[in-house]
């Protein structure tokens, strides 16, 4: 049981991870369809047309300063720094790509193990933090639902394991072991809850036409 909860569960929990992914894309384009435009490009579009690539990126930054930005700062600081460290610290841990090396003889860049360690603590902060949001504040709260808890701890149940064999906290065996089935769990849930964001997120924001699009987007439901 051991042996396949650190041996082939991993390859299992990494295929569903990827097949996932690749299944909720196909779905997102048979589900979807060119959009026909009724109205011509405004001239802004015109203009953005004409724009390189990193003209593009600046003015879509540009906007941003309107949306959340302007409204809650401390939440979207909190939630690029949460991101940021979520998808960096497990790619550059040292713990990750020794395994890695070891399973398939690819070795990635590892931060020093001390960063890892100050980035999975910033993680638990920020998860801290959203946890606290939808706990106390009212208009949070109301539209919170179990989902929305169990979502936040599966993304954060493998930073706070992580964590604790790091520092060789409680019974190491037990607790590297609880590392690996959470980490498997968030792998496996990715693509089947609104973990799946990390794809559509960026689906929806430059292919789909509609007033949260970042572009003028060229699909539609
Ligand atoms: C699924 C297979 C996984 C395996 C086999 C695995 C294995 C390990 C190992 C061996 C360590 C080092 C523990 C030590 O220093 O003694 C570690 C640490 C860590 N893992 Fe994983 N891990 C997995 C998935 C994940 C995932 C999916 C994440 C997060 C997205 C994650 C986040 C971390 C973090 C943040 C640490 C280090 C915490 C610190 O240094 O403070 N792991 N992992
Ligand atoms: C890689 C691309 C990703 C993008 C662009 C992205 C974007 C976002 C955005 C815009 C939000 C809403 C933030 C807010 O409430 O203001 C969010 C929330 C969240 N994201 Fe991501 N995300 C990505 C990947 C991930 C991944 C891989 C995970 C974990 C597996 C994750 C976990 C979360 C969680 C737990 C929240 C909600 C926090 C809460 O309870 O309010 N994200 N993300």
Same mark, same amino acid.
């Given at each position: 049981?051991?042996?396949?909860?650190?041996?082939?569960?991993?390859?299992?929990?990494?295929?569903?991870?990827?097949?996932?992914?690749?299944?909720?894309?196909?779905?997102?384009?048979?589900?979807?369809?060119?959009?026909?435009?009724?109205?011509?490009?405004?001239?802004?579009?015109?203009?953005?047309?004409?724009?390189?690539?990193?003209?593009?990126?600046?003015?879509?930054?540009?906007?941003?300063?309107?949306?959340?930005?302007?409204?809650?700062?401390?939440?979207?600081?909190?939630?690029?720094?949460?991101?940021?460290?979520?998808?960096?610290?497990?790619?550059?841990?040292?713990?990750?790509?020794?395994?890695?090396?070891?399973?398939?003889?690819?070795?990635?860049?590892?931060?020093?193990?001390? !960063? %890892?360690?100050? /980035?999975? &603590? *910033?993680?638990?902060?920020?998860?801290?933090?959203?946890?606290?949001?939808?706990? @106390? $504040?009212?208009?949070?709260?109301?539209?919170?639902?179990?989902?929305?808890?169990?979502?936040?701890?599966?993304?954060?149940?493998?930073?706070?394991?992580?964590?604790?064999?790091?520092?060789?906290?409680?019974?190491?065996?037990?607790?590297?072991?609880?590392?690996? !089935? %959470?980490?498997? /769990?968030? &792998? *496996?849930?990715?693509?089947?809850?609104?973990?799946?964001?990390?794809?559509?997120? @960026? $689906?929806?924001?430059?292919?789909?036409?509609?007033?949260?699009?970042?572009?003028?987007?060229?699909?539609?439901?």
């Amino acid at each position: 049981m051991l042996n396949f909860v650190q041996g082939h569960l991993i390859s299992i929990a990494f295929i569903v991870f990827i097949l996932g992914l690749v299944y909720q894309g196909i779905q997102f384009f048979k589900l979807t369809k060119k959009k026909e435009w009724c109205v011509p490009p405004s001239s802004i579009e015109i203009k953005r047309e004409k724009m390189t690539t990193q003209q593009r990126i600046l003015e879509g930054l540009r906007s941003l300063n309107g949306n959340l930005w302007k409204t809650d700062p401390a939440l979207t600081f909190i939630t690029v720094v949460f991101h940021i460290c979520l998808i960096a610290t497990p790619l550059f841990l040292l713990g990750h790509n020794i395994l890695l090396d070891q399973s398939w003889g690819v070795r990635l860049f590892s931060f020093p193990e001390s !960063l %890892s360690d100050l /980035l999975t &603590l *910033i993680v638990l902060i920020c998860g801290v933090y959203f946890l606290g949001r939808r706990l @106390f $504040l009212a208009r949070v709260r109301a539209i919170s639902s179990v989902y929305d808890y169990i979502v936040l701890l599966i993304a954060l149940a493998p930073f706070l394991t992580g964590f604790l064999a790091y520092h060789q906290w409680f019974d190491y065996e037990i607790v590297i072991l609880l590392h690996i !089935l %959470s980490g498997q /769990l968030m &792998l *496996i849930t990715i693509p089947f809850t609104k973990l799946g964001h990390m794809l559509f997120f @960026f $689906l929806y924001r430059f292919l789909i036409g509609s007033e949260y699009s970042f572009v003028r987007g060229s699909r539609t439901w």
